[in-house]
């Protein structure tokens, strides 16, 4: 997998440069996890959630027969499953909504989860096993790392072409390299199709 780190390769996570995640946002993934748990954990009602596409979102935002019965800077999120692993997008908050710790934290119970926050100036990666943080880092600081087993994807840190050397040159967007790394060591992938497409979409009361 040594194309990733060099730059050789073309990422399956691309599409994030067309939505708002590319200026910020969050990620969480849950393995096992059904897409109403991950509603819940979230503090929101799997009631709620109407099935939407990207392009609607705003449109329904304004809906006052649905999401628009909330004022429209209430976060809100996309809710998915791929691959055998719940996932929520999030870009309302801007990577800046704090309440997704908690969420990730919650859906690790008896499970895995995953929590990457992405904003203009500091990204975050954390990874939990049964409410406890196995590893964490900053992507663009992977040499910096804490939790139980902080190597715990090292190996596939260095194939995507994240930096786990202070003194390495920096060959790749570090956002696309940390979410090529959840597909090196986890398997998880969303496709364009399916961030694109209907996802179910609900927002905070």
Known sequence: MTDLAEGGAASGWNWIADTALDAGGSFTFARGV???????AFGMRPASARLVPLDRVADALHDPDWLG??????????VGASGGWGFALDESSGGFGWYEEDAAIGLSQGTEAILFTHTATIDTFHY????????????????????????????????????????????RDSRLALLDMLTLALGIQVTREQAFGPLLTVQHD
Do not use: C, K, N
């Not at 059904?34 to 819940?40: K, L, N, T």
């Not at 096993?129 to 190996?155: C, K, N, Y």
């Open 34 to 40: 059904p897409p109403d748990r991950v509603i819940e």
């Open 128 to 171: 939990y096993v049964d409410s406890v943080e196995v590893t964490g880092f900053e992507p663009l600081r992977g040499w910096e790392r804490w939790g139980t087993q902080p190597d715990q994807f090292l190996s596939q840190m260095r194939q995507a072409g994240l930096r786990t050397d202070p003194d390495a040159e920096r060959t």
């Open 69 to 78: 019965s909330h004022p429209p800077e209430h976060y809100w999120i996309r």
